[in-house]
T-cell receptor, first 116, second 116 residues
Framework: AQKITQTQPGMFVQEKEAVTLDCTYDTSDQSYGLFWYKQPSSGEMIFLIY??????QNATEGRYSLNFQKARKSANLVISASQLGDSAMYFC?????????????FGTGTSLTVIP | NAGVTQTPKFRILKIGQSMTLQCTQD?????MYWYRQDPGMGLKLIYY???????DKGEVPNGYNVSRSTTEDFPLRLELAAPSQTSVYFC???????????????FGPGTRLTVL
């Protein structure tokens, strides 16, 4: 089974509108972390936002917020007031903890295009 | 402060050749990671290290070797290159605080490797 599932290969949004990028995850651990990264066409990976499994409030970072629904195992990224510079690939990732180590898993990504 | 640096940026190998991808971080981070990103896919963890002298396998370790003799450096070795190893390779580092689930990863710019 996929650890991280992103079901939207491509998304379009009008400039200044909000957009939600979906992410579901699969883990039996109680302690884990969820991340979102942005990858522009230049290729670098840019950290956006983090949500811990024990965090009761949804994480926010500027125009980014993470809609964390633990029972549904979803961690959707919401980008408010989209800008042209938001056009990029977006990856959801999960960190699992276990005795002696940890593992990171990434989804296949969602390509976001912001339309002027 | 350079962050995470990787060399080379691009490389073409013939089947059966060997090479080492270099990764250096100057943030005094404990944890370092190697990922590969195949076209249109997310990142997959190859190996990681929680400190000098300690390495462990990730999701896709076969065909690779790593070493961590210093805090700063985490080279990735390909011994017998195969076409299936054509990919973009990212090195990352994180502080690695014990028990801290946030532990944001900072990525290098990537190495684009083609095996012909």
């Amino acid at each position: 089974a996929q650890k991280i599932t992103q079901t939207q290969p491509g998304m379009f949004v009008q400039e200044k509108e909000a957009v939600t990028l979906d992410c579901t995850y699969d883990t039996s651990d109680q302690s884990y972390g969820l991340f979102w990264y942005k990858q522009p066409s230049s290729g670098e990976m840019i950290f956006l936002i983090y949500q811990g499994s024990y965090d009761e409030q949804n994480a926010t970072e500027g125009r980014y917020s993470l809609n964390f629904q633990k029972a549904r195992k979803s961690a959707n990224l919401v980008i408010s007031a989209s800008q042209l510079g938001d056009s990029a690939m977006y990856f959801c990732a999960m960190r699992e903890f276990f005795l002696g180590g940890n593992q990171f898993y990434f989804g296949t990504g969602t390509s976001l295009t912001v339309i002027p | 402060n350079a962050g995470v640096t990787q060399t080379p940026k691009f490389r073409i190998l013939k089947i059966g050749q060997s090479m080492t991808l270099q990764c250096t971080q100057d943030m005094n981070h404990n944890y370092m990671y190697w990922y590969r990103q195949d076209p249109g896919m997310g990142l997959k963890l190859i190996y990681y290290s929680v400190g000098a002298g300690i390495t462990d396998k990730g999701e896709v370790p076969n065909g690779y070797n790593v070493s961590r003799s210093t805090t700063e450096d985490f080279p990735l070795r390909l011994e017998l290159a195969a076409p299936s190893q054509t990919s973009v390779y990212f090195c990352a580092s994180s502080i690695g605080l014990a028990g801290a689930s946030t532990d944001t990863q900072y990525f290098g710019p990537g190495t684009r490797l083609t095996v012909l």
